[in-house]
């Protein structure tokens, strides 16, 4: 009982941690001059998925690269099964309002690279490399993008566009920037140390691997963030947000994580992941293209149905 109940507390040392250090960094940022909408593709892109980043980086560290690289791939299937799904049987996302083509086309890249690089067999300081060359240029045509947009855009909406980022508070004193800061920077090497410790502890007992813990319990865990989110978005009406942000997630987790995880250690690639995991990844990516192509919107039966799809697979994997 002792792992499970120091796993829960680390996962929600991580969760407080990242919410932390995704206040500070906006609000530091904000006030040092830069602008609201870099903050939102850089500090607050990162800060939402350090969880992953810390465990994958710890898991490497302490030798589970299997727990890095199941974290990733089940975080991302997670993203696009559960993290639309459980907020489609609220209420409808309309997906009329997102423009995020092109970057959906540079997740999809992204994910073909990352499984490339993956039926190599082993994850190495070059793929690694590799993974955040392929980061860099997409943040530099991201900030080329926003430019032009603000030159061509200089209205009223598109003002209060920038200004909508998460964790902004334009009345927060200098004192709690820094408190949410160092809270931050002590919160999430702790808490991603005491979790997968206890992964791994728990993983043994019961004779389950780490790259199958790394696939379900650390996934969902680190998916909980964009999905409490997604659910908040739902509730107030604002849904049609979400399908952005999962596909803006799923392309950083696949770049940046294993990216830099790559850097601190070798990552071979379990057999499991390249007979069947990777795959499913895929397909639910594939699965974007009704809504980013054809602006479906996702109801209720989508959300059935994405759901359903999503506890067949972590049954089939536990199996």
């Not at 001059?33 to 350090?50: D, E, K, M, N, Q």
């Not at 566009?161 to 920037?177: C, R, S, Y």
């Not at 979790?195 to 909980?224: H, K, M, P, Q, W």
């Not at 997630?249 to 850097?263: C, D, T, V």
Request: glycine share 10%; with cysteine; net charge negative.
């Amino acid at each position: 009982m002792m792992p499970w109940l120091l796993l829960g507390l680390g996962l929600v040392i991580l969760l407080l941690a990242g919410d932390a250090l995704v206040k500070g960094a906006v609000n530091l940022s904000l006030r040092m001059g830069v602008p609201a909408l870099i903050v939102s593709l850089t500090i607050v892109a990162f800060g939402t998925s350090a969880p992953e980043l810390l465990i994958s980086v710890n898991a490497v560290i302490d030798n589970k690269p299997g727990l890095a690289l199941g974290n990733v791939i089940g975080s991302n299937t997670a993203n696009v099964l559960l993290v639309l799904g459980i907020p489609a049987l609220l209420t409808t996302l309309h997906t009329s309002g997102c423009r995020c083509l092109k970057t959906y086309l540079y997740m999809m890249a992204a994910t073909i690279l990352f499984i490339a690089l993956a039926l190599t067999g082993t994850f190495t300081f070059i793929s690694g490399l590799i993974l955040l060359a392929a980061l860099a240029y997409v943040l530099s045509d991201t900030f080329r993008d926003a430019r032009r947009h603000r030159r061509d855009n200089h209205t009223k909406a598109q003002n209060g566009e920038d200004e909508d980022v998460e964790g902004a508070d334009p009345d927060m004193p200098w004192w709690q920037i820094m408190v949410f800061l160092v809270l931050g920077l002590i919160g999430l090497p702790l808490g991603a140390d005491i979790l997968v410790d206890n992964a791994s502890i728990i993983a043994r007992e019961y004779g389950v691997s780490d790259a199958v813990i790394g696939l379900t319990l650390v996934a969902l865990g680190t998916s909980l963030p964009e999905l409490a989110t997604t659910v908040m978005a739902a509730l107030r009406k604002q849904a049609d947000v979400a399908l952005g942000n999962v596909i803006g997630s799923n392309m950083f987790n696949l770049l940046a994580i294993i990216g830099i995880a790559s850097l601190v250690g070798r990552i071979p690639v379990d057999p499991e992941f390249l007979q069947f995991d990777l795959w499913v990844m895929l397909a639910a990516s594939l699965m974007l293209i009704p809504f980013v192509f054809f602006k479906f919107d996702i109801g209720k039966g989508w959300g059935i149905g994405l759901t359903s799809l999503y506890m067949a697979y972590v049954t089939f994997v536990l199996m």
